[in-house]
């Protein structure tokens, strides 16, 4: 058995939009089913006034929100906050660069191209502590329990707040996502057959 890893930088070629919003956001990307976890990214914004004050959250892609996320929302206070955006790949390049923070609260993944598509675009990102990503992600600096709010709540206030801390996460994730190139994909693709 050979472990070839997924690449991560076709971003990298792609023009961006100018999507930059008047509030800053947190970056949400993708699906929102039971087990990608966003309600526990919900919950822990609604928690933190002093987050949900300076702050968005963006949901990009994964589809129209349902009648239930909606009155989730509601339920919290927090349903003006919530921003639903579609777009193409030049759209969530521009909203990964303007980003404060990217969340991927997920509890099960088999990759998570996003997760390298947010450090390879330079954008500040936390990440649930499960096997994947302690197997492509090398430092800590990057995890939360997906369990616990108050983790998750410490952890973006960690970044949101401290300049410091974010450059450490927005350095260390670009050097990262360095290893997970296309062409290293298809080179070491290849060279299996040969």
């Known amino acids: 058995i050979s472990v070839v890893y997924n690449g991560a930088d076709h971003l990298n070629f792609i023009t961006t939009k100018n999507d930059k919003k008047e509030k800053p956001y947190i970056l949400y990307v993708g699906s929102r089913s039971k087990y990608k976890n966003f309600r526990l990214l919900v919950e822990s914004y609604s928690k933190s006034k002093k987050i949900n004050d300076n702050f968005n959250i963006i949901c990009f892609g994964g589809g129209r ?3 239930d996320e909606i009155d989730h929302f509601k339920k919290f206070n927090i349903l003006n906050k919530i921003i639903l955006v579609l777009g193409d790949d030049s759209s969530l390049k521009a909203h990964y660069e ?23 675009s330079g954008c500040p990102t936390i990440v649930s502590d499960i096997s994947v990503f302690r197997e492509i992600l090398d430092s800590e600096i990057f ?16 970044v949101l707040f401290d300049n410091e801390n974010k450059k450490k996460l927005v350095s260390i994730g670009k ?14 693709t290849i060279s299996l057959y040969y």
Do not use: R
Not at 107 to 116: A, K, N, P, Q, T
Not at 143 to 158: A, R, S, T, V, Y
Not at 175 to 188: A, G, M, Q
């Open 143 to 158: 995890f939360f329990n997906p369990k616990i709010h108050e983790d998750l709540i410490f952890n973006m206030e960690k």
């Open 65 to 67: 929100f349902t009648k």
């Open 98 to 120: 303007n980003a404060s923070l990217f969340v991927y609260p997920s509890l099960y993944e088999g990759f998570g191209i996003s997760v390298l598509e947010a450090m390879n």
């Open 175 to 188: 050097k990262l996502s360095e290893k997970y190139l296309w062409s290293k994909c298809y080179n070491e």
